[in-house]
């Protein structure tokens, strides 16, 4: 299972947080199923509940503006071991969708932008929206590797395209590199 509680508001509701990923390991352990949580790098997790999951998704997309670049990827890395997040749990979130830069509510599939405006693979940024392009998303499967990340996740299948543009693609070939 793979939670996503994108807004404990309080002290009380991470404790609360931390008390259902326990029980919910409990739960589980017997039957030897996996745990996973999607947070963003400022979430806070105290120790129980880190080490009650298998995975921590970091939700590396976003952020104002241009929402998703590679330089706002690894802050959010950092940021989340600053915040004693374990390395070998950290997943690298990443977004197959674009938002508009000046209006985060909009927003388009990656298939969308590429069937409405057939952008290079090394661009990501197009008529006002910014996305991650195959070139981007290489970039950061390529980081994540690099770093001792134990891989990337996406957000969110459905928003692919299912030709040579792909993005899982684009994290396959550079995975196999």
Same mark, same amino acid.
């Given at each position: 299972?793979?939670?996503?509680?994108?807004?404990?508001?309080?002290?009380?509701?991470?404790?609360?947080?931390?008390?259902?990923?326990?029980?919910?390991?409990?739960?589980?352990?017997?039957?030897?199923?996996?745990?996973?949580?999607?947070?963003?790098?400022?979430?806070?997790?105290?120790?129980?509940?880190?080490?009650?999951?298998?995975?921590?998704?970091?939700?590396?997309?976003?952020?104002?503006?241009?929402?998703?670049? $590679?330089?706002?990827?690894?802050?959010?890395? *950092?940021? =989340? &071991?600053? !915040?004693?997040? #374990?390395?070998?749990? /950290?997943?690298?979130?990443?977004?197959?969708?674009?938002?508009?830069?000046?209006?985060?509510?909009?927003?388009?599939?990656?298939?969308?932008?590429?069937?409405?405006?057939?952008?290079?693979?090394?661009?990501?940024?197009?008529?006002?929206?910014?996305?991650?392009? $195959?070139?981007?998303?290489?970039?950061?499967? *390529?980081? =994540? &590797?690099? !770093?001792?990340? #134990?891989?990337?996740? /996406?957000?969110?299948?459905?928003?692919?395209?299912?030709?040579?543009?792909?993005?899982?693609?684009?994290?396959?070939?550079?995975?196999?590199?």
């Amino acid at each position: 299972v793979d939670y996503d509680w994108e807004g404990p508001a309080n002290a009380a509701e991470e404790q609360a947080y931390s008390a259902l990923l326990v029980d919910t390991r409990k739960a589980f352990k017997p039957h030897k199923l996996r745990l996973t949580i999607a947070l963003a790098s400022y979430q806070k997790l105290d120790h129980a509940g880190i080490d009650a999951v298998d995975e921590m998704h970091l939700m590396a997309y976003d952020h104002e503006g241009k929402h998703s670049t $590679p330089e706002q990827s690894e802050g959010d890395v *950092r940021e =989340a &071991l600053k !915040n004693k997040w #374990p390395k070998q749990k /950290i997943v690298l979130g990443l977004p197959f969708y674009a938002r508009k830069i000046t209006n985060a509510d909009a927003s388009k599939t990656y298939a969308e932008i590429v069937e409405q405006f057939h952008p290079a693979p090394n661009v990501d940024e197009v008529n006002g929206f910014y996305y991650n392009g $195959p070139a981007t998303i290489r970039r950061k499967t *390529r980081y =994540a &590797l690099d !770093n001792g990340l #134990p891989g990337v996740m /996406i957000w969110e299948l459905g928003q692919d395209t299912n030709d040579d543009t792909s993005l899982v693609k684009a994290i396959l070939q550079e995975d196999k590199k």
